[in-house]
T-cell receptor, first 113, second 112 residues
Framework: QQQVKQSPQSLIVQKGGISIINCAYE??????FPWYQQFPGKGPALLIA?????SEKKEGRFTISFNKSAKQFSLHIMDSQPGDSATYFC????????????FGKGTTLSVSS | KAGVTQTPRYLIKTRGQQVTLSCSPI?????VSWYQQTPGQGLQFLFE???????NKGNFPGRFSGRQFSNSRSEMNVSTLELGDSALYLC???????????FGQGTRLTVV
């Protein structure tokens, strides 16, 4: 019940295309869903996050879509660029667990030019 | 505003030894969480400290421990190191509990 399942494991997208990464969860107590971007040798960097009271949040080229009934959320990267090539992690947490994040296994994105 | 600072960046230790890692959170942040990242298990939550008290703990053996000081800086300790403890150890800083978490660059621990 504590798992967050992320897919696909790897993704190759042409420059200018849309990258889509999906996550699913079981624990209905989760109330915070962030996405992180990690480059080799670096720590994860917070990209964008959403709470269940909204179905979509957009920040620049990054959009989170959230489907509470299906217990799924996804990250869309519009106009993907080679500089977006990184590993992306979805995560979830609930207020009673403080800031403890349960992470998906990650998606390695390669954007080809 | 300075980010999360973790020291040292790299460590090589021998099996059976112990190790202490340090984390300085973003100024004004009072919550520090620790994570272990390995290729096989991914990112796993170790524990969280807020106001010098451990608030939450992940599913790790008692060899993994931590503490937080009055200035919010935190340390984690791993005793009796095992080869499987080789990992990137990440510290995350948050203003309070259940708020945005910002990660440091991590400490790469290699146990030989």
């Amino acid at each position: 019940q504590q798992q967050v399942k992320q897919s696909p494991q790897s993704l190759i997208v042409q420059k200018g295309g849309i990258s889509i990464i999906n996550c699913a969860y079981e624990n209905t107590a989760f109330d915070y869903f962030p996405w992180y971007q990690q480059f080799p040798g670096k720590g994860p960097a917070l990209l964008i996050a959403i709470r269940p009271d909204v179905s979509e949040k957009k920040e620049g080229r990054f959009t989170i879509s959230f489907n509470k009934s299906a217990k799924q959320f996804s990250l869309h990267i519009m106009d993907s660029q080679p500089g977006d090539s990184a590993t992306y992690f979805c995560a979830a947490s609930h207020g009673q667990a403080g800031t403890a994040l349960i992470f998906g296994k990650g998606t390695t994105l390669s954007v080809s030019s | 505003k300075a980010g999360v600072t973790q020291t040292p960046r790299y460590l090589i230790k021998t099996r059976g030894q112990q190790v202490t890692l340090s984390c300085s959170p973003i100024s004004g942040h009072r919550s520090v969480s620790w994570y272990q990242q390995t290729p096989g298990q991914g990112l796993q939550f170790l524990f969280e400290y807020f106001s010098e008290t451990q608030r939450n703990k992940g599913n790790f053996p008692g060899r993994f421990s931590g503490r937080q000081f009055s200035n919010s800086r935190s340390e984690m300790n791993v005793s009796t190191l095992e080869l499987g403890d080789s990992a990137l150890y990440l510290c995350a800083s948050s203003f309070s509990l259940n708020t945005e978490a910002f990660f440091g660059q991590g400490t790469r621990l290699t146990v030989v």
